[in-house]
């Protein structure tokens, strides 16, 4: 079920940003989910990961073309290969990076 974040969430997005809501629930579609699973299934196995790159034995992660950050998400949840540092979402649409701040997301 849902948390009472998650709807306070939704309901500003509908309040506020009601052009943004399908782009939204697009973004966390199933295969938005599965896609991102994927790739981290695939980060998780890759066997060159980093050991000596770091000195703080963690590592900084940027997600290219990141729309709502679903990707940002699932890695901090899934990623075993090493603990991450910090992760910056970069995207050309202005719309998802306004998103929370105009939308009534805290």
């Not at 997005?13 to 629930?25: A, G, H, Q, S």
């Not at 998400?73 to 202005?94: A, E, M, P, S, W």
């Not at 998802?96 to 939308?103: G, L, M």
Request: include cysteine.
């Amino acid at each position: 079920m849902f948390d009472r974040n998650t709807l306070d969430t939704v309901k500003g997005l509908l309040e506020k940003c009601p052009d943004r809501i399908i782009d939204v629930c697009n973004s966390l579609s199933a295969n938005q989910y599965a896609s991102k699973d994927w790739l981290i299934e695939k980060l998780n196995q890759y066997p060159h990961h980093y050991r000596q790159k770091t000195l703080d034995k963690k590592i900084d992660i940027c997600v290219l073309a990141s729309w709502y950050g679903l990707l940002a998400y699932r890695l901090i949840d899934r990623l075993t290969l090493k603990k991450i540092g910090n992760i910056d979402c970069v995207d050309f649409d202005q719309g998802p990076r306004r998103w929370p701040r105009d939308c009534g997301r805290k």
